[in-house]
Nanobody
Framework: VQLVESGGGLVQAGGSLRLSCLASGGTFSTNTMGWFRQAPGREREFVAVIIMNLGTTDYADSVKGRFTISRDNAKNTVYLQMNSLKPEDTAIYSC?????????????????WGPGNQVTVSS
């Protein structure tokens, strides 16, 4: 399975961005997809997850109410709509996938990782 992210960039605080992640090469292995992020000098952290066939979601407390994860099963693509962005949202955002049906926030639960996409929020 290959995951390719797009949609990152530079935005001012309070602005919005939408990340996309396209999965290819084995869609039977992407029952769950999600996002993690890593800011400079900090550990990687869970952001959001979605179970693809159910649409069930979960979010980190730090992004609840601001970020929305969604999916297009026909395109095997997951999206992360990020609104009301803050400078502390600046990070490399990585798409993840798992063959398991899970809402886990643990990195070890995800077998597939994208290369990452930079999001920078200026103050």
């Amino acid at each position: 399975v290959q995951l390719v992210e797009s949609g990152g960039g530079l935005v001012q605080a309070g602005g919005s961005l939408r990340l996309s992640c396209l999965a290819s090469g084995g869609t039977f292995s992407t029952n769950t997809m999600g996002w993690f992020r890593q800011a400079p000098g900090r550990e990687r952290e869970f952001v959001a997850v979605i179970i693809m066939n159910l649409g069930t979601t979960d979010y980190a407390d730090s992004v609840k109410g601001r970020f929305t994860i969604s999916r297009d099963n026909a395109k095997n693509t997951v999206y992360l709509q990020m609104n009301s962005l803050k400078p502390e949202d600046t990070a490399i955002y990585s798409c993840v996938a798992s063959k398991f049906y899970t809402l886990s926030a643990r990195e070890s639960q995800y077998e597939y990782w994208g290369p990452g996409n930079q999001v920078t929020v200026s103050s």
